[in-house]
C-alpha cells in the first residue's frame, strides 16, 4: 500500500515520515542515490507504507544545501546583540541567502536584557532600519512571535550561541532542548542541535538547526547578491546603467542613496565584502 507523507526528521539513513499523524521509520530506494537526490526534511513523499521504503519525492518549492531542508515557508533570524555580539555581516549574509531562495525572512534580536541603554539605542537604529526596508522584526520577549508559528515550516537560523534553542522553550516549554554555554573565549555558543528536525509548535512546524551559519556565495551570481539587498531596487532606477552593480559605476542611483544616508553603511559594506569573497 503506497501512502502519501512528509519527512519530519532524518538520522543516518532512517526518514521518519508523518503519514496520518502516524511516524513511519523509512529507508530511501536506492535509485535516489544514482539519481543523486537525497529525501531531505520538509519532502512531500510517496511512501511504500508496507515495506517503509520512501518511493518517490515530489517537487520542492525551495531546498536548502546547509541545513539540509526543503518547503521552508520562512526562517526567523535570531541576533544576539550581547555574547556573542551583534554581528550585522552575519545578518545580511542570511538574508541574502534567504532571499534567494525564496523563503520570507524574519528578524528576531535576543539578549537586549544584557545591554546598557547606549547599545540598546544603537540596537534599535538597526531595527528601525530593517523595518523601513520592507522586512518583519522583533525583539524575544515579543508575544506577536507566537503568532507568526502558526501555518507556517519556520526555519530557526543564526549564530551559535545566539538563543535559537532558547527561544524555542521559551515559545513551547514543553520541548527541553538542550542549550549551551557561551564560550567567553570563543564569543560564540557550543553547538548544542545535532540533525534537522520539523518540530510541532503553536499550530506550525519548526526547525532548529545546525550549520546554517557556515554560508559562502562561491556559487552565486554577483546580481544575486545583488538582488538579496531588497533596498537597492528602490533607487536603482536612477542608475545610468541597467544593469548598474552600484560599485564603480557613474551615475549611481544606490551609491547616491547611500551618500544621503537613506542605505545603512554596513548594508553597503556588507555588499561589496560579498562580491569580493564569492
Known amino acids: ?21 502516524e511516524i513511519v521509520v523509512c529507508k530511501a530506494r536506492g535509485k535516489f542515490r544514482k539519481l543523486g537526490i537525497t529525501p531531505l526534511v520538509g519532502d512531500f513523499v510517496l511512501v511504500d507504507y508496507d515495506n517503509q521504503y520512501i518511493l518517490e519525492i515530489e517537487k520542492r518549492k525551495n531546498e536548502l544545501v546547509r ?47 544584557l545591554v546598557s541603554d547606549a547599545k540598546k539605542e544603537e540596537i534599535q537604529k538597526y531595527q528601525e532600519y530593517y523595518r523601513k526596508i520592507g522586512y518583519s522584526v522583533y525583539n524575544n520577549s515579543d508575544p506577536k512571535i507566537k503568532e507568526i508559528i502558526k501555518d507556517n515550516v519556520t526555519v530557526f537560523a543564526g549564530q551559535s550561541g545566539a538563543g535559537k534553542s532558547t527561544l524555542l522553550n ?27 528536525e ?12 545546525p550549520g ?48 544621503n544616508g537613506d542605505i545603512l553603511s554596513s548594508r553597503y559594506e556588507n555588499y561589496i565584502k560579498f562580491l569580493d569573497k564569492r
Open 67 to 113: 541545513p539540509s531542508i526543503a518547503n521552508v515557508t520562512q526562517a526567523l533570524i535570531v541576533n544576539s546583540v550581547e555574547i556573542p555580539e551583534f554581528s550585522p555581516n552575519l545578518l545580511d549574509k542570511l538574508l541574502v541567502t534567504i532571499e534567494h531562495n525564496h523563503i520570507k525572512p524574519i528578524i528576531c534580536f535576543t539578549k537586549l536584557d
Open 1 to 21: 500500500m503506497n501512502k502519501h507523507g512528509r519527512i519530519i526528521k532524518q538520522l543516518s539513513n532512517d526518514y521518519f515520515v508523518e503519514i496520518e499523524n
Open 170 to 196: 521559551m515559545l513551547d516549554a514543553n520541548l527541553n532542548l538542550q542549550t549551551g554555554e557561551v564560550s567567553h573565549a570563543l564569543g560564540r555558543g557550543k553547538h548544542t542541535t545535532r540533525h534537522v
Open 212 to 259: 546554517f551559519s557556515a554560508l559562502d556565495f562561491k556559487d552565486y551570481e554577483e546580481y544575486e547578491i545583488r538582488d538579496g539587498f531588497i533596498e537597492f531596487s528602490s533607487y536603482s532606477d536612477t542608475c545610468r546603467y541597467r544593469d548598474c552593480m552600484h560599485r564603480n559605476e557613474e551615475e549611481c542611483g544606490v551609491k547616491e542613496a547611500l551618500k
Open 198 to 209: 520539523l518540530i510541532p509548535i503553536l499550530g506550525g512546524l519548526v526547525a532548529d538547526t
